[in-house]
Protein backbone atom coordinates (compact mmCIF):
# COMPACT_ATOMS: atom_id res chain seq x y z
CA UNK A 1 0.00 0.00 0.00
CA UNK A 2 3.05 2.51 1.22
CA UNK A 3 4.60 1.88 -2.09
CA UNK A 4 1.52 2.93 -3.93
CA UNK A 5 0.45 6.10 -2.37
CA UNK A 6 4.24 6.87 -2.25
CA UNK A 7 4.12 6.68 -6.32
CA UNK A 8 0.89 8.85 -5.76
CA UNK A 9 2.62 11.24 -4.09
CA UNK A 10 5.73 11.39 -6.64
CA UNK A 11 3.20 11.90 -9.43
CA UNK A 12 1.49 14.25 -7.87
CA UNK A 13 4.71 16.21 -7.58
CA UNK A 14 5.35 15.91 -11.10
CA UNK A 15 1.96 16.77 -12.85
CA UNK A 16 0.95 19.47 -9.90
CA UNK A 17 -2.03 17.60 -9.40
CA UNK A 18 -4.98 17.94 -6.82
CA UNK A 19 -7.16 14.90 -5.81
CA UNK A 20 -10.32 15.06 -5.03
CA UNK A 21 -13.08 12.77 -3.92
CA UNK A 22 -16.21 12.60 -2.73
CA UNK A 23 -17.85 11.08 0.15
CA UNK A 24 -19.24 8.00 -1.59
CA UNK A 25 -16.14 7.09 -2.79
CA UNK A 26 -14.22 3.98 -0.96
CA UNK A 27 -12.76 4.29 2.22
CA UNK A 28 -9.13 3.87 0.59
CA UNK A 29 -9.68 6.39 -2.28
CA UNK A 30 -10.66 8.80 0.59
CA UNK A 31 -7.82 8.63 2.49
CA UNK A 32 -5.05 9.36 -0.57
CA UNK A 33 -7.41 12.08 -1.67
CA UNK A 34 -6.24 16.18 -0.72
CA UNK A 35 -9.88 16.83 -0.24
CA UNK A 36 -13.05 14.83 0.24
CA UNK A 37 -16.93 16.25 0.64
CA UNK A 38 -19.95 16.84 -1.23
CA UNK A 39 -20.79 18.13 -4.50
CA UNK A 40 -20.80 21.48 -3.10
CA UNK A 41 -17.39 21.57 -1.23
CA UNK A 42 -15.91 19.43 -3.92
CA UNK A 43 -17.46 22.17 -7.08
CA UNK A 44 -15.81 25.22 -4.49
CA UNK A 45 -12.63 23.20 -3.98
CA UNK A 46 -11.97 22.45 -7.94
CA UNK A 47 -12.89 26.31 -8.67
CA UNK A 48 -10.08 28.06 -6.15
CA UNK A 49 -7.65 24.91 -6.49
CA UNK A 50 -4.31 26.29 -8.30
CA UNK A 51 -2.90 22.85 -9.08
CA UNK A 52 -2.79 22.26 -13.53
CA UNK A 53 -4.47 18.82 -12.99
CA UNK A 54 -7.48 17.94 -11.46
CA UNK A 55 -7.96 14.36 -10.71
CA UNK A 56 -11.67 13.72 -10.06
CA UNK A 57 -12.98 10.70 -8.08
CA UNK A 58 -16.58 10.59 -8.46
CA UNK A 59 -18.69 9.96 -11.49
CA UNK A 60 -18.57 11.93 -14.38
CA UNK A 61 -21.46 14.79 -14.10
CA UNK A 62 -18.61 16.10 -11.30
CA UNK A 63 -15.41 15.93 -13.26
CA UNK A 64 -17.34 17.61 -15.86
CA UNK A 65 -18.79 20.38 -13.35
CA UNK A 66 -14.86 20.62 -12.41
CA UNK A 67 -13.99 21.15 -16.13
CA UNK A 68 -16.70 24.17 -16.57
CA UNK A 69 -15.32 25.85 -13.07
CA UNK A 70 -11.84 25.14 -14.44
CA UNK A 71 -11.72 25.37 -17.93
CA UNK A 72 -7.98 26.00 -18.00
CA UNK A 73 -7.47 22.85 -15.93
CA UNK A 74 -6.50 19.05 -16.79
CA UNK A 75 -9.94 17.32 -15.50
CA UNK A 76 -9.29 13.60 -15.08
CA UNK A 77 -11.88 11.02 -14.36
CA UNK A 78 -9.68 7.58 -13.48
CA UNK A 79 -12.78 5.51 -14.66
CA UNK A 80 -14.43 6.78 -17.99
CA UNK A 81 -17.63 4.26 -17.51
CA UNK A 82 -18.32 5.71 -13.68
CA UNK A 83 -21.77 7.51 -14.60
CA UNK A 84 -24.84 8.81 -13.20
CA UNK A 85 -28.39 6.66 -13.86
CA UNK A 86 -29.91 10.28 -12.19
CA UNK A 87 -28.06 12.38 -14.52
CA UNK A 88 -28.99 10.54 -17.63
CA UNK A 89 -32.56 10.66 -16.66
CA UNK A 90 -33.10 13.81 -18.53
CA UNK A 91 -31.61 15.16 -21.84
CA UNK A 92 -31.26 18.72 -23.22
CA UNK A 93 -33.72 18.30 -25.33
CA UNK A 94 -36.47 17.24 -22.97
CA UNK A 95 -35.25 20.41 -20.58
CA UNK A 96 -36.40 22.30 -23.37
CA UNK A 97 -40.10 20.55 -23.98
CA UNK A 98 -40.83 20.91 -20.49
CA UNK A 99 -39.82 24.34 -20.50
CA UNK A 100 -41.65 25.17 -23.50
CA UNK A 101 -44.42 24.01 -21.51
CA UNK A 102 -44.14 26.50 -18.67
CA UNK A 103 -43.21 29.67 -20.18
CA UNK A 104 -41.64 32.09 -17.92
CA UNK A 105 -40.40 29.48 -15.36
CA UNK A 106 -36.85 29.18 -13.18
CA UNK A 107 -35.19 26.07 -14.06
CA UNK A 108 -33.21 24.98 -11.36
CA UNK A 109 -30.83 21.96 -11.60
CA UNK A 110 -29.67 19.62 -9.12
CA UNK A 111 -25.68 19.61 -10.43
CA UNK A 112 -26.24 15.68 -10.50
CA UNK A 113 -27.23 16.36 -14.29
CA UNK A 114 -25.16 16.92 -17.82
CA UNK A 115 -23.28 19.68 -19.32
CA UNK A 116 -26.06 20.31 -21.25
CA UNK A 117 -28.76 20.15 -18.90
CA UNK A 118 -26.70 22.72 -17.33
CA UNK A 119 -26.42 24.95 -20.07
CA UNK A 120 -30.25 24.89 -20.60
CA UNK A 121 -30.55 26.12 -16.46
CA UNK A 122 -31.03 29.01 -14.50
CA UNK A 123 -29.64 27.89 -11.55
CA UNK A 124 -27.42 25.11 -10.19
CA UNK A 125 -27.76 23.37 -6.79
CA UNK A 126 -26.39 20.98 -4.54
CA UNK A 127 -28.29 18.89 -1.88
CA UNK A 128 -26.15 21.63 0.52
CA UNK A 129 -27.93 24.58 -0.58
CA UNK A 130 -31.27 23.42 -2.78
CA UNK A 131 -32.91 25.03 0.10
CA UNK A 132 -31.08 28.20 -0.04
CA UNK A 133 -31.09 28.51 -3.85
CA UNK A 134 -34.61 28.76 -4.02
CA UNK A 135 -35.06 31.61 -1.10
CA UNK A 136 -32.41 33.39 -2.79
CA UNK A 137 -35.36 33.76 -5.71
CA UNK A 138 -37.20 36.65 -5.14
CA UNK A 139 -41.52 36.48 -6.51
CA UNK A 140 -43.57 33.78 -6.65
CA UNK A 141 -42.70 32.32 -10.19
CA UNK A 142 -42.99 28.79 -11.08
CA UNK A 143 -39.77 26.80 -10.73
CA UNK A 144 -38.76 23.69 -12.55
CA UNK A 145 -36.74 21.04 -10.97
CA UNK A 146 -34.33 18.53 -12.35
CA UNK A 147 -33.90 15.53 -12.12
CA UNK A 148 -34.26 14.29 -8.92
CA UNK A 149 -38.23 14.37 -7.87
CA UNK A 150 -36.92 13.64 -4.15
CA UNK A 151 -34.44 15.92 -3.33
CA UNK A 152 -37.53 18.60 -5.59
CA UNK A 153 -39.93 17.59 -3.34
CA UNK A 154 -38.19 18.20 0.16
CA UNK A 155 -37.07 21.77 -1.43
CA UNK A 156 -40.80 22.36 -1.95
CA UNK A 157 -42.20 20.83 1.35
CA UNK A 158 -39.17 23.24 2.93
CA UNK A 159 -39.77 26.43 1.08
CA UNK A 160 -43.70 26.49 0.01
CA UNK A 161 -42.74 27.08 -3.40
CA UNK A 162 -44.52 26.24 -6.49
CA UNK A 163 -42.21 23.42 -8.12
CA UNK A 164 -42.68 21.34 -10.84
CA UNK A 165 -40.71 18.30 -10.80
CA UNK A 166 -39.55 16.09 -13.16
CA UNK A 167 -39.65 12.48 -12.51
CA UNK A 168 -35.98 11.04 -11.74
CA UNK A 169 -34.35 9.55 -9.19
CA UNK A 170 -31.08 7.94 -7.61
CA UNK A 171 -31.09 4.13 -8.42
CA UNK A 172 -28.85 3.79 -4.94
CA UNK A 173 -31.42 6.22 -2.38
CA UNK A 174 -34.72 4.35 -3.70
CA UNK A 175 -33.17 1.29 -2.19
CA UNK A 176 -33.72 2.25 1.06
CA UNK A 177 -37.05 1.34 2.39
CA UNK A 178 -39.40 2.59 5.01
CA UNK A 179 -39.29 -0.87 6.66
CA UNK A 180 -35.12 -0.60 6.39
CA UNK A 181 -35.30 2.28 8.88
CA UNK A 182 -38.29 1.18 11.01
CA UNK A 183 -36.24 -2.20 11.54
CA UNK A 184 -32.82 -0.05 12.40
CA UNK A 185 -35.20 2.13 14.60
CA UNK A 186 -36.65 -0.90 16.33
CA UNK A 187 -32.93 -2.47 16.83
CA UNK A 188 -31.21 0.92 17.78
CA UNK A 189 -34.20 3.17 19.07
CA UNK A 190 -31.30 5.77 20.92
CA UNK A 191 -30.04 6.49 17.10
CA UNK A 192 -30.67 9.57 15.34
CA UNK A 193 -31.50 9.05 12.06
CA UNK A 194 -30.15 11.16 9.24
CA UNK A 195 -31.42 10.81 5.84
CA UNK A 196 -30.30 12.16 2.53
CA UNK A 197 -32.84 14.08 0.58
CA UNK A 198 -32.58 11.79 -2.23
CA UNK A 199 -34.37 9.29 -0.76
CA UNK A 200 -38.05 8.57 -1.13
CA UNK A 201 -40.98 10.36 0.82
CA UNK A 202 -41.96 7.57 3.41
CA UNK A 203 -38.39 7.13 4.14
CA UNK A 204 -37.79 11.59 5.05
CA UNK A 205 -41.54 11.22 6.50
CA UNK A 206 -39.39 8.70 9.54
CA UNK A 207 -36.54 10.56 9.91
CA UNK A 208 -34.96 12.58 12.28
CA UNK A 209 -32.45 15.01 9.88
CA UNK A 210 -32.72 15.52 6.29
CA UNK A 211 -29.03 16.45 4.96
CA UNK A 212 -26.46 16.38 2.40
CA UNK A 213 -23.89 13.77 3.31
CA UNK A 214 -21.39 17.71 4.07
CA UNK A 215 -24.13 18.29 6.65
CA UNK A 216 -24.15 14.71 8.38
CA UNK A 217 -20.49 15.28 8.56
CA UNK A 218 -21.03 18.80 10.36
CA UNK A 219 -24.27 17.70 12.47
CA UNK A 220 -22.26 14.70 13.96
CA UNK A 221 -19.63 17.25 15.04
CA UNK A 222 -22.27 19.22 16.78
CA UNK A 223 -23.87 16.57 18.32
CA UNK A 224 -23.09 14.08 20.96
CA UNK A 225 -25.54 11.26 20.26
CA UNK A 226 -23.78 8.01 20.26
CA UNK A 227 -25.31 6.09 17.57
CA UNK A 228 -26.85 7.29 14.17
CA UNK A 229 -28.47 5.19 11.70
CA UNK A 230 -27.61 6.52 8.10
CA UNK A 231 -29.56 6.35 5.31
CA UNK A 232 -27.22 7.42 2.41
CA UNK A 233 -24.64 5.16 0.34
CA UNK A 234 -22.55 3.53 2.81
CA UNK A 235 -19.04 5.15 1.88
CA UNK A 236 -20.23 8.57 3.72
CA UNK A 237 -19.74 6.29 7.26
CA UNK A 238 -15.90 5.81 6.76
CA UNK A 239 -15.85 9.65 6.38
CA UNK A 240 -17.70 9.71 9.71
CA UNK A 241 -15.68 7.30 11.49
CA UNK A 242 -13.08 9.40 10.83
CA UNK A 243 -14.33 12.45 11.74
CA UNK A 244 -15.96 11.00 15.04
CA UNK A 245 -14.95 7.63 15.86
CA UNK A 246 -16.02 7.40 19.32
CA UNK A 247 -19.74 7.16 17.77
CA UNK A 248 -21.53 4.08 15.95
CA UNK A 249 -22.97 4.45 12.60
CA UNK A 250 -25.62 1.79 11.57
CA UNK A 251 -26.35 1.83 7.59
CA UNK A 252 -29.87 1.92 7.14
CA UNK A 253 -29.68 -0.91 4.24
CA UNK A 254 -26.25 -3.11 3.26
CA UNK A 255 -27.50 -2.48 -0.25
CA UNK A 256 -27.11 1.58 -0.39
CA UNK A 257 -24.06 1.18 -2.45
CA UNK A 258 -23.43 3.25 -6.11
CA UNK A 259 -21.85 0.57 -8.11
CA UNK A 260 -20.28 3.96 -10.41
CA UNK A 261 -18.98 5.35 -7.04
CA UNK A 262 -16.90 2.02 -6.33
CA UNK A 263 -15.89 2.25 -10.24
CA UNK A 264 -12.55 4.11 -8.90
CA UNK A 265 -9.26 2.28 -7.34
CA UNK A 266 -5.91 3.22 -6.52
CA UNK A 267 -4.77 1.69 -9.59
CA UNK A 268 -7.00 3.35 -11.69
CA UNK A 269 -5.51 6.79 -10.01
CA UNK A 270 -2.15 6.10 -10.56
CA UNK A 271 -3.05 5.13 -14.27
CA UNK A 272 -5.11 8.41 -14.65
CA UNK A 273 -1.84 10.08 -13.62
CA UNK A 274 0.69 8.48 -15.35
CA UNK A 275 -1.11 8.60 -18.94
CA UNK A 276 -3.24 11.84 -17.80
CA UNK A 277 -6.44 9.84 -18.79
CA UNK A 278 -9.86 9.85 -18.90
CA UNK A 279 -9.54 13.59 -19.90
CA UNK A 280 -12.85 15.29 -19.17
CA UNK A 281 -13.59 18.05 -21.47
CA UNK A 282 -16.50 20.20 -21.67
CA UNK A 283 -17.09 22.22 -25.19
CA UNK A 284 -16.43 25.83 -24.96
CA UNK A 285 -19.93 27.14 -25.91
CA UNK A 286 -22.21 24.65 -23.68
CA UNK A 287 -19.38 25.05 -20.81
CA UNK A 288 -19.90 28.59 -20.95
CA UNK A 289 -23.58 28.51 -20.80
CA UNK A 290 -23.64 25.82 -18.12
CA UNK A 291 -21.24 28.35 -15.77
CA UNK A 292 -23.71 30.82 -15.39
CA UNK A 293 -25.53 28.01 -13.60
CA UNK A 294 -22.60 26.64 -11.51
CA UNK A 295 -21.57 29.97 -10.67
CA UNK A 296 -24.81 30.82 -8.92
CA UNK A 297 -24.59 27.62 -6.88
CA UNK A 298 -21.13 27.55 -5.62
CA UNK A 299 -22.05 31.55 -4.44
CA UNK A 300 -25.06 30.63 -2.98
CA UNK A 301 -23.86 28.94 0.38
CA UNK A 302 -26.04 26.76 2.74
CA UNK A 303 -27.65 28.64 5.94
CA UNK A 304 -26.58 26.37 8.29
S1 LIG B 1 -25.39 7.84 -5.49
FE1 LIG B 1 -27.12 8.16 -6.89
S2 LIG B 1 -27.00 10.28 -7.51
FE2 LIG B 1 -25.01 9.73 -6.60
S3 LIG B 1 -23.77 9.10 -8.37
FE3 LIG B 1 -24.70 7.25 -7.54
S4 LIG B 1 -26.59 7.04 -8.76
FE4 LIG B 1 -25.89 9.12 -9.07
Redesign the pocket.
Known amino acids: MDRFLEKIRRLKKERNAVILAHN?QPGEIQDLADFCGDSLGLSIEASKTDADVIVFCG?RFMAETAAILSPDKIVLLPEKTAG????DMITAEQLRQLKAKFPGAIVICYV?STAEVKAESDYCCTSSNAIAVVNSLTGDKKILFVPDRNLGAFVAERTGRDIELWPGY????VCITEDDIRRAKQKYPDAVVMSHP?CTEPVRKISDELLSTGQMLKFVRKRSAKRYIVAT?KGIIHALKKENPDAEYIPATERAI?P??KKITIDKVIRALEELKERIVVDAETGARARKALDRMVEILPTD
Open positions: YVCPMANCTTHEECNM
